[in-house]
C-alpha cells in the first residue's frame, strides 16, 4: 500500500494523494464537532496531523476546504447510481443502491451528520451545486425510472419520491445514530445492524416498487 511505503520510494504525486485524505477527513470531524463557523484551519491541521501550512497549501482556505469535503461526500453517495440506464434491470440496481447507501450510512455516520448540518442551515456553501449539478443528476436517474414505468418494470409512477425515500431511510441510521443505537439498546451499531436494516429495508422497497 502506498501509505506503507518509505517517504523517500513514493511519488510527490502519492504523498499530495495521502495529504489530501488526511486533510479531508480530519476536517470532516472538525467542522462536524465545531461547526462551519468554530472550525479552523489549525483544528483541521492539528486533527490531521500536519502543519497549518499544508492545508493551506492544499485547499487555500477554510470555504475551499468545507466545499471539498462536502462535494467529495456527494459524488461518493451518487456511485451507487453511476452506471444506471433504461436497459438496466431495476431490481439489481435498486437493490445495489440501497445496499451502497446503507453501507455508507453505517460506516461513515460522520459524513452524513455534516451534509445534514449544511441542509439544515439554508446550504449556504452548497446552493449553486444542489440547484445545478445534484439536481441534474436527481432528474436525470428519475428520467431513467420513468422510463421503467411506462415499460412496466416498476410500479411507480413518480421515480424522484423514491429516491428522496432511499436517501431518507438509509441516511437516517447515520443523521440519528443516538437515537436509533438506544433504541437497540447498544453503545454503537455492528455488523448484525447493517444486516437487520438491509434485510428489511431492500425487500420493503423493492416490494414498494412492484418488484418480487
Known amino acids: 500500500m502506498t501509505a506503507n511505503l518509505p517517504a523517500q520510494h513514493r511519488s510527490q504525486q502519492e504523498i499530495r494523494e495521502q495529504n489530501q485524505e488526511l486533510i479531508l477527513a480530519a476536517a470532516e470531524a472538525e467542522f462536524v464537532r465545531q461547526g462551519y463557523s468554530g472550525a479552523t484551519m489549525q483544528g483541521v491541521a492539528d486533527r490531521a496531523g500536519l502543519p497549518k501550512a499544508n492545508v493551506h497549501y492544499y485547499f487555500k482556505s477554510k470555504k ?7 462535494t467529495t461526500i ?17 431490481k439489481v440496481v435498486i437493490e445495489q443502491f440501497v445496499l451502497t447507501k446503507l453501507h455508507q450510512a453505517f460506516a461513515h455516520p460522520t ?14 456553501h452548497l446552493q449553486d451545486f444542489m ?23 416498476i410500479a411507480i409512477d413518480d421515480p424522484l419520491q423514491l429516491l428522496i425515500l432511499i436517501w431518507a431511510t438509509t441516511q437516517r441510521y447515520a443523521e440519528f445514530e443516538v437515537e436509533i443505537v438506544g433504541l437497540l439498546n447498544k453503545d454503537a451499531y ?3 445492524d447493517v444486516k437487520r436494516a438491509a434485510n428489511f429495508l431492500v425487500p420493503f422497497i423493492l416490494r414498494g416498487c412492484g418488484i418480487e
Do not use: C
Open 131 to 153: 440547484a445545478s449539478t445534484m439536481k441534474e443528476w436527481a432528474l436525470d436517474k428519475a428520467a431513467v425510472m420513468q422510463g421503467w414505468y411506462e415499460q412496466g418494470k
Open 190 to 192: 455492528d455488523e448484525s
Open 64 to 70: 475551499n476546504l468545507y466545499r471539498a469535503v462536502l
Open 74 to 90: 456527494i459524488e461518493e453517495w451518487n456511485e451507487g447510481l453511476v452506471s444506471m440506464t433504461a436497459d438496466s434491470d431495476p
Open 111 to 124: 459524513r452524513h451528520k455534516l451534509f445534514a448540518l449544511e441542509v439544515i442551515n439554508g446550504a449556504p
